[in-house]
């Protein structure tokens, strides 16, 4: 049931940052919805995708975000208001394009929505995608509250219209993923008919002239800011330290001043629109304080730019040079996700003020008392999960060869292959697909001594988004690896969106399912295909192909053990007797807790036998033939 | 718990040092050792500070006087040969086990026997099809036996077979045909009590060792033989004995010699550190005979050294069916046999001692076992 379609102006409802910048693009009248699913970004595709019957919108999932930016600004060019998004790695991917279609131009509104992951907590890099806007000379808003997002969203489209160009709006984490009151506007239900104008082509060349034009664009969108309502002062007229702010770190700066009882002494100057920097208004604030703090996510983007622009009129508005305390200085850390903490801590700094939010023993206290309300887990696969199995057979298929053969890694829940989970086979971590163009290049270094098997490991998803490529290019050079394609049938881990694979788009209708292994077949490389759980055939396979010369392509085919849940039955009932289970004697030394980690199964400490965890096991089976002594018991369900 | 030290100590002592003869007896036990192509791996760790992978490697050092003491109080101890009751000349009386053995068959005709009389419910072989990637095989019926006819030179780990065997609890008087590596480490295997499996010892019927002077490390046999035939067209490889030492491989389009000289360059590595020619531990151990009538006398036949009163009961058990054929075994084959097994030792130790840099390292062997230590003054 998703809320974003309420045809409700007027209420307010409770809604996550995602589903506000949905609301926002239907608001303003969007017609066509297209991305690649990535954590934090995944929910606003996905919502829209929910209501894309009910509100005549066409929604896909996209092979990947470059794609998907294409097809969004297809629309644009016929005439539509469409959207993107994407997670910030997915920005690189799309960047290509966008920093020529910055050059082409648009025509009806289209942004993209990119939303970064601070602290990195679901993602390969830490970044701050504003520096796209800044190359790409791109008009910028930065939400600092769900509304702003739902708001933000609206606006940016009709200013994408007016200028004719792309506009981003840049979220992190917290706005897209926590949840506040946002109350809705009118839903339009524009409908556009699509009409391409072939009088009017979408070229890049002449370049430097329309470079020159994408320049005054940038210049109407700056006049556009410099009264925009999304850019506010609040605060004392004079305060002791002002603060510019932008995002998420206007709600950790409102909440340090609040805890520090400085509302009546500092002030804030909020950014929502952070390119082009509005520089009247910076200069309007400017000399309001002698001393000013920045405190944004990532890269110190406002900072650099206020400072800037404050070199520039300092000499003009006969102010004395300001002290300015952020990034730079040191006073809020270079990396990490922001938090109230860190505002206070740099409040402290800044002004001297001491805080002490809580006694030292606090922390200690909030420590033991999870120990015994949150039961201590590592990071690791799911019980059941499919990928387990095949990495325990690739763990195993490398040792057996002894040539300290290596698993290149890749991007998706598999991504766990550099942990215990996943037997730590993961030696190289990057973007993705970047796990077989990498394998793609030691394949071609035995000229020069390499003699380490390798294997790169993808998912089907990642497999149509940027291995392909990888693998063509592998076959084309004769390079010498094995590829594994780990197909779960879903994107699993950014939720269960569909690829084209699957056989059904993204709202639910069946198609085609393009089928991996005829592509891999096309191309003339050894394709082996096996089902994971056959850890004998897996293993027998993957030792053989090892010895094999060429590009090799095994495809471990099983259903996320997650999506099955959903509509299957656990295939079999697992139990442990506790007779034959030996535990830590020789001979075992608890082989299934121990190493092969499923969660699914848990070692009794009074008994020191291993045990089913019945609520989590899903019955895959698998256990049992990790089993030295028969002890796991799978019964057919 | 078994053993003194664990697979952290094996992996160290035997496999890095590539002193692993591939015999299996650590694989089949636990999740962590595994084998391929005449390699054994532990593809994890138990963790565990003692383990029967250690206790049971025949390359890891063990008290050698003891465990003779154990296991052959039976028969007159000669240093060069271990356990003596006597030697024979023997070959099987079918020829259809003649025609498709290396020499004359001894082998396949006694484990028949011994299993068709109940001296043993099953057995340990080892079976190879086509010449080339030999394997463990498990037999429990008499019938079966004769699929392993004939040598093979890569050694396939079959002890992890027998591993898995015991590991069943079903047999009671398991056979076990193997080199001397395997052999020795069947009788670490008994000579170990188990807290855990008391009867498990016990469970050994008979132990039949064979002769061997190298194995052949697996990919050098199978790249050599693939450089002059295609794979899967050999039928059958042999070193029948002769005085101009090839080994034939019988392919679909007709027999190829290869001189040993090219073999010696890949004996495998390890084969350089064994000291064990006859298979001293063994009930009864079989070779090809080597009299001093020469080779066209010896051609077709087995010289069988009897170590100890069960395998001489077995010996006289095939004399009394015809299962065999005897020939006397003269004097001058004793002295022939100690001279080629003293030369293995002398060969082993000069190897050990080249490897380690010092002679009073020498890996696994025994420095007081009886059987080298009268060597050993001179080999210093």
């Not at chain 1, 410099?226 to 605060?235: I, K, V």
């Not at chain 1, 295909?529 to 099983?558: A, N, Y």
């Not at chain 1, 020789?586 to 082989?591: A, E, F, L, P, S």
């Not at chain 2, 550190?273 to 009299?291: N, P, Q, V, Y």
Request: net charge neutral.
């Amino acid at each position: 049931m998703s809320i974003i379609d309420l045809d409700a102006p007027g209420q307010t409802v409770l809604m996550m940052g995602n589903e506000a910048i949905a609301r926002g693009a239907l608001e303003g009248g969007i017609q066509l919805a297209a991305a690649y699913p990535g954590t934090p970004s995944s929910e606003i595709i996905g919502s829209l995708a929910e209501v894309a019957e009910k509100m005549g919108i066409y929604v896909e999932w996209s092979v990947n975000e470059k794609v998907a930016l294409e097809v969004a600004v297809s629309a644009s060019m016929a005439g539509l208001r469409s959207i993107t998004a994407m997670k910030q790695n997915g920005l690189d991917v799309a960047s290509d394009y966008l920093l020529t279609l910055t050059i082409t131009g648009a025509k009806a509104g289209v942004v993209l929505v990119v939303c970064d992951d601070p602290s990195s907590h679901s993602s390969s890099n830490e970044q701050d995608s504003r520096a796209f806007a800044r190359i790409g000379d791109i008009p910028l808003f930065e939400p600092s509250t769900f509304q702003e997002a739902k708001d933000m969203t609206q606006y940016a489209l009709e200013l994408s219209e007016e200028l004719k160009t792309i506009v981003m709006l840049r979220g992190v984490t917290r706005i897209s993923h926590a949840r506040g009151n946002v109350t809705l506007g009118s839903l339009p239900r524009l409908q556009r008919r699509a009409k391409f104008d072939t009088s009017s082509p979408f070229h890049y060349a002449p370049v430097v002239p329309k470079h020159a034009l994408v320049h005054e664009k940038l210049a109407r969108a700056k006049e556009y800011f410099e009264a925009s309502p999304f850019n506010r002062y609040e605060g004392p007229d004079r305060p002791d330290l002002m603060i510019i702010t932008s995002g998420s770190g206007m709600a950790y700066t409102r909440e340090a001043l609040s805890l520090m009882g400085l509302e009546d002494s500092v002030g804030i100057l909020k950014m929502g629109t952070t390119w082009p920097v509005p520089e009247r208004l910076i200069g309007k604030h400017l000399p309001r304080a002698q001393k000013i703090l920045f405190v944004e996510e990532v890269d110190p983007f406002l900072e650099s730019n206020v400072k800037e622009i404050s070199a520039d009129l300092t000499p003009a508005l006969e102010i004395s040079p300001r002290t300015f305390y952020g990034k730079r200085s040191g006073h809020i850390p270079m990396v990490g996700e922001l938090n109230t903490d860190r505002v206070v801590d740099a409040l402290k700094r800044v002004l001297g003020t001491p805080y002490v939010p809580r006694d030292a023993a606090y922390a200690k206290r909030v420590r033991e008392m999870n120990k015994e309300f949150v039961p201590e887990r590592v990071l690791g696969f799911c019980p059941g999960c499919p990928h387990r199995a095949s990495l325990w057979s690739i763990k195993n298929a490398l040792k057996l060869d002894d040539r300290d053969g290596f698993l290149t890694g890749d991007i998706g829940c598999y991504a766990l292959a550099r942990t215990p989970s996943g037997f730590s086979l993961a030696k190289t971590a990057g973007a993705m697909g970047t796990g077989t163009g990498l394998a793609c290049g030691f394949g071609k270094l035995g000229r020069f001594g390499f003699d380490q098997p390798v294997i790169s490991i993808c998912g089907d998803s990642t497999f149509f988004h940027a291995a392909m490529p990888a693998l063509v290019n592998a076959q084309y050079n004769r390079s010498n690896f094995v590829m594994c394609i780990l197909d779960n049938g879903t994107t699993a881990m950014t939720g269960f969106q569909t690829h084209p694979g699957v056989g059904r788009n993204a709202v639910g209708v069946p198609g085609p399912a393009v089928d991996i292994e005829s592509i891999c077949r096309s191309l003339k490389v050894k394709v082996e295909v096996r089902d994971p759980f056959d850890l004998k055939g897996t293993g027998e396979v993957l030792t053989r192909l090892f010895q094999e010369e060429g590009v090799k392509v095994i495809i471990l085919k099983r259903k996320c053990a997650l999506q099955r849940l959903k509509g299957e039955s656990p295939p079999y009932k697992v139990h442990i007797d506790p007779d034959k289970c030996i535990g830590e004697e020789c001979g075992c030394n608890r082989v299934c807790t121990r190493v092969f980690r499923c969660p699914g199964i848990i070692w009794d400490l009074e008994a020191r036998k291993s045990k089913v965890d019945e609520v989590i096991c899903v019955g895959c089976g698998v256990c049992a033939d990790v089993c030295p002594n028969s002890a796991i018991v799978k019964e057919e369900a | 718990m078994s053993g003194t030290k664990g697979p952290a100590d094996l992996e160290r002592e035997v496999l890095k040092e590539k002193l692993c003869t591939a015999c299996g007896a650590c694989v089949g036990l636990c999740p962590y050792f595994s084998t391929v192509q005449g390699r054994v791996v532990m593809t994890d760790s138990c963790n565990l500070p003692q383990g029967r992978c250690h206790a049971f490697c025949p390359r890891t050092k063990a008290d050698m006087r003891k465990l003779r003491s154990v296991f052959f109080k039976e028969g007159q101890f000669i240093p060069e040969l271990g356990s003596f009751l006597g030697l024979s000349m023997t070959r099987a009386s079918d020829e259809n086990i003649r025609a498709g053995s290396q020499h004359g068959g001894s082998v396949t005709a006694l484990v028949e026997l011994a299993m068709k009389e109940g001296v043993i419910d099953s057995a340990v072989l080892t079976r190879s099809d086509h010449g080339l990637d030999p394997s463990g095989l498990f037999v429990s019926r008499p019938e079966d036996v004769r699929q392993c006819l004939g040598s093979s030179f890569q050694i396939p780990p079959g002890l992890e077979i027998l591993n898995r065997t015991l590991k069943e609890n079903r047999y009671r008087k398991i056979g076990v045909v193997g080199t001397p590596c395997k052999t020795l480490a069947v009788y670490k295997m008994q000579n170990r009590q188990f807290e855990d499996d008391p009867q498990q010892p016990s469970r050994i019927g008979m132990v039949f060792g064979l002769f061997c002077g190298w194995g052949i490390d697996w990919q050098g046999l199978e790249r050599m033989v693939k450089s002059k035939a295609s794979l899967e067209r050999v039928k059958h490889i042999d070193i029948p004995p002769s005085q101009y030492g090839i080994m034939e491989v019988e392919t679909a389009d007709g027999r190829i010699e290869i001189p040993l000289e090219e073999i010696y360059p890949i004996i495998r590595y390890s084969c350089r550190f064994c000291a064990d020619m006859t298979a001293e531990f063994a009930d009864l151990s079989i070779g090809g005979a080597r009299s001093s009538a020469g080779w066209d006398f010896d051609r077709g036949w087995n010289q069988i050294i009897v170590r100890t009163k069960r395998g001489k009961e077995l010996l006289d058990l095939a004399r009394d069916r015809g299962v065999l054929e005897f020939r006397e075994a003269a004097p001058a084959n004793l002295d022939k046999l100690k001279k080629a097994s003293s030369n293995k030792k002398k060969k082993a130790i000069q190897a050990i001692i080249e490897k380690t840099g010092d002679v009073n390292n020498l890996l696994y062997l025994d420095p007081f076992d009886p059987s080298l230590e009268n060597l050993l003054p001179e080999m210093k």
